[in-house]
Structures are given as structure tokens and as C-alpha cells.
């Protein structure tokens, strides 16, 4: 069967979302309040519920009752299904949506069902997040973090390049895109000398550039995920922006790691990118020989995904958007896949829904930076926005938006994310 490449529905060339693609996401409507999955195709979103109660789903192997699973509120019972359902499903999507497919594009009745315009609905997060996995796994990122504060000489932790190193984050506070973030307080030290903390809201907020990923099976307590099987067991990527408060941070880690200058908020893109859909941007990751890996992170095929990621700030005295770093997924050392392994190796159960991300994504030069921790290098040096505005950590009515696009000479096409956005609102408590 040859692969889809056109729809009967107009998609401009520069649409994240093409017949393509096809992710998966939950929305809802001001005339339908109840939230249901969708998918993505130009500027409209499918109604996947409604094309289930038409009988078009049907003939899925293994996907029962899609009238149910498709009015979920989430895609947990989806995602539970396994691979070869949402690799089945996504195939009959896009024969429902080929150009030379009649059965929805003649029934125009149907049509006023099913397609909605995508800047009338509401995006809802796409997934219960039982459980949430931040790594550290972009060697750039740890080396410069690690010449800020040890030195060139100790800026790698002996661990570093033998295990994908990670935390467990707050699911709670996980956000869907377009959601506002307030300003946090907490302990902080008021000068590089001091020694004693005061309380009260962080000035020195920070973005980290993330990519996210969703178990969709999981695995049983007591055994873990072969590393040859991750990817099945891999729903789909979106974009992340784990908002830092650095000086929290710096106060709080020792010992034990990150916790409130992190756990007040992490925005990730709504719509789910499958890896089927990502399937043609696969290649060789970072070198990982010297020192290789122990056996059961070795990867015997490409595992890294060729994805141009960007940051854009729009400071609250302007009124557009600067381009602050381009990065790529790319420069990520450990791979989505070797992180799953890992964090399964102990025996740690996985569940549909569960979401890891890739921690600061930053790339080999400073325009590729994924923090302002990194790109003011601790605030030593300022970023220069037009009108003379200057940023070195974000202020209050700054937005910050990420976008993410996997593109390839021969294709005439590029998979999207859409956006991953938010803006900063005041703290709420002052200074103690």
C-alpha cells in the first residue's frame, strides 16, 4: 500500500499538521463543553469521537468499542492499546482524509460534524499524568551548567556518561500550552556571599527547551523494558518548557536534587506527534563510545530524531516575538528510548500516560543554548531584544513560546508540534 501523501481538505505547505502527521490531542468545543480526542489536519481539528459513532473506526483490529475510547477525556485508554492500534488507527485516519477517499469527503453532513476549525476549540491536556520523569540528558547543557558552578574540570559528574541521570518531577502542576504561570516564591539566597535565606519571589525564572515523551503501554512492577522494545512502548512526543526559578533551585538541590524551584509549573504542547509519524527523521545520535555504554543502553540502530527546535520571548514592553535559540532534539546524548530502558531497569512500572522529557535541550554553540541560565551564563551577560528592551532572567508579562518542526530535503512536507507557550503573571507573596 503506498504511504498518503495528500488530503481533500486545503493544507497550507508551511501546517504543522499534515495528512502526514496526524497526532492525536483532546479538545472541546463552546457547543460540545465535554472534552474528546481529536486529531490535527491544517488549520482543523478531527472529531476521531464522531468519526467513531459514523462506523468509520469499526473495522479496527483491537481498537473495541472507539466509540468509548475515542469520548475519553484523555488518551489513556488509547494509548493502553499498544502500537499496532495506534499505528492501525492512524492509517484509517488518513484514508479517511485522502483525496481520493469519498467517504467523508462527499457527505457534507458528515463533514459539519466531524471537522472543526482549529482556532474555535479549547486544548485540554492529552493525558492523566500519573507520573512524571525529568532527565538530564543533553551533555552540552550539563557541561555548561557544570563549568558555571565547578569548573571546566569537574563540569561532567563521574555518572554522567554512563547513565541517563533524572528526577522525579510533579505531575500535578504539568500545564497544557497557553496556560499562564505565576511567578514563584520561596527560599532564596539574597547575594552570591550570603549564607542565610529570605523568602519571597524568584528573580531569576528561567525556560528550559524540552521534548516530552508518553508511555503508552507500560510494563509490570519487578521487570523492566528491553531497550530493541522501548519504542513500542512510546506513544508519541511534544514540546516542554520546564520553567526553572534558578535561585530556588540553587538554594533547595543539595542534597537531594530539584523540587520547588521546579514543581510550580511545566507547559507542554497539546497535541501528541507519534513516533510512526516522526518514523522518517530518525538518525544517529552523539557518539557514545568513549566510554560506551554498559550492554543494556546500547543502541543498535539510529535513535536520535532530526526535530529543529526554537525559542521565541516576547518581553512585556514589546509587541512580537524575538528568536532567543534554535536548537535540535538531534544533540540529545541519551535517547528517548535509552531513557525508558533505564528508568525501567530497576524493575520501576511504567503506565500508559506516564511522561518523561528529555531535560535542557541545548546544542553545541551559544544560539543553540536552551536555557538563559545558559545563553546570560548565570547572568553575566545580557540578552538584547529590539528597542533597546534587555532580558537576563524573564519578568513579569514576558511570554515565551516554543515551536518544533522535523523537516528533510527530499520531503515536500515537515512534521509540527504547534506551539508550547506561556506568560509569566506576578507572584502572589512578597518578600518575608
Not at 492501525?88 to 469527503?105: E, G
Not at 485540554?124 to 563549568?147: Q, W
Not at 555504554?293 to 518581553?315: F, G, H, M, R, T
Request: charged fraction near 25%.
Amino acid at each position: 500500500m503506498s504511504p498518503i501523501v495528500e488530503s481533500f481538505i486545503s493544507v497550507s505547505k508551511d501546517s504543522d499538521f499534515p495528512i502526514q502527521n496526524i497526532p492525536f490531542g483532546v479538545f472541546s468545543t463552546k457547543e460540545k463543553s465535554d472534552p474528546r480526542i481529536g486529531t490535527a489536519i491544517g488549520d482543523k481539528v478531527l472529531d476521531l469521537y464522531e468519526i467513531a459513532k459514523a462506523g468509520l473506526l469499526d473495522h479496527i483490529e483491537g481498537l473495541n468499542d472507539p466509540k468509548k475510547v475515542f469520548s475519553e477525556p484523555s488518551l489513556n485508554k488509547f494509548m493502553e492499546l499498544g502500537r499496532p492500534v495506534w499505528k492501525a488507527t492512524r492509517l484509517a485516519i488518513q484514508n479517511i482524509l485522502s483525496k481520493d477517499n469519498s467517504v467523508l469527503r462527499d457527505n457534507k453532513e458528515l463533514l459539519e460534524k466531524v471537522l472543526v476549525s482549529m482556532n474555535t476549540v479549547k486544548m485540554h491536556l492529552p493525558a492523566k499524568i500519573g507520573d512524571y520523569t525529568d532527565f538530564y540528558c543533553s551533555r552540552e547543557h550539563a557541561t555548561n551548567v557544570g563549568i558555571m558552578f565547578r569548573g571546566k574540570d569537574n563540569a561532567l559528574q563521574p555518572n554522567w556518561l554512563h547513565i541517563p541521570v533524572g528526577y522525579h518531577g510533579r505531575a500535578s502542576s504539568v500545564i497544557v500550552s497557553g496556560t499562564d504561570i505565576r511567578r514563584p516564591a520561596g527560599q532564596r539566597l539574597p547575594s552570591k556571599d550570603s549564607k542565610t535565606p529570605i523568602f519571597g519571589p524568584s528573580t531569576r525564572l528561567d525556560i528550559e527547551l524540552e521534548v516530552g515523551w508518553f508511555v503508552g503501554t507500560g510494563n509490570k512492577l519487578g521487570e523492566r523494558v528491553d531497550l530493541k522494545n522501548a519504542r513500542d512502548h512510546i506513544f508519541g512526543l511534544v514540546l516542554v518548557n520546564d520553567w526553572s526559578a534558578r535561585d530556588i533551585q540553587a538554594w533547595e538541590y543539595v542534597p537531594l536534587g530539584p523540587f520547588l524551584g521546579k514543581s510550580f509549573g511545566t507547559t507542554i504542547s497539546p497535541w501528541i506527534v507519534t513516533l510512526d509519524a516522526l518514523e522518517p527523521f530518525l538518525v544517529d545520535g552523539p557518539d557514545q563510545s568513549a566510554p560506551s555504554p554498559l550492554p543494556y543502553l546500547q543502541e543498535k540502530q539510529p535513535s536520535a530524531y532530526d526535530i529543529n527546535l526554537q525559542v521565541q520571548i516576547k518581553p512585556a514592553e514589546s509587541s512580537k516575538f524575538e528568536t532567543v535559540t534554535v536548537s535540535n532534539l538531534k544533540h540529545m546524548y541519551w535517547s528517548i528510548t535509552q531513557q525508558l530502558a533505564h528508568h525501567t531497569v530497576n524493575g520501576c512500572n511504567l503506565r500508559p500516560g506516564d511522561m518523561g522529557a528529555t531535560g535542557t535541550i541545548s546544542g553545541p554553540e551559544k544560539g543553540s543554548y536552551g536555557s538563559l541560565l545558559e545563553i546570560t551564563w548565570s547572568g553575566q551577560e545580557k540578552i538584547k531584544f529590539e528597542d533597546g528592551i534587555e532580558r537576563v532572567f524573564l519578568q513579569d508579562g514576558d511570554e515565551v513560546k516554543i515551536t518544533g518542526q522535523a523537516t528533510k530535503e527530499n520531503l515536500d512536507y515537515h512534521i509540527g508540534f504547534g506551539n508550547c507557550s506561556g506568560k509569566i503573571l506576578p507572584c502572589l507573596y512578597e518578600n518575608e
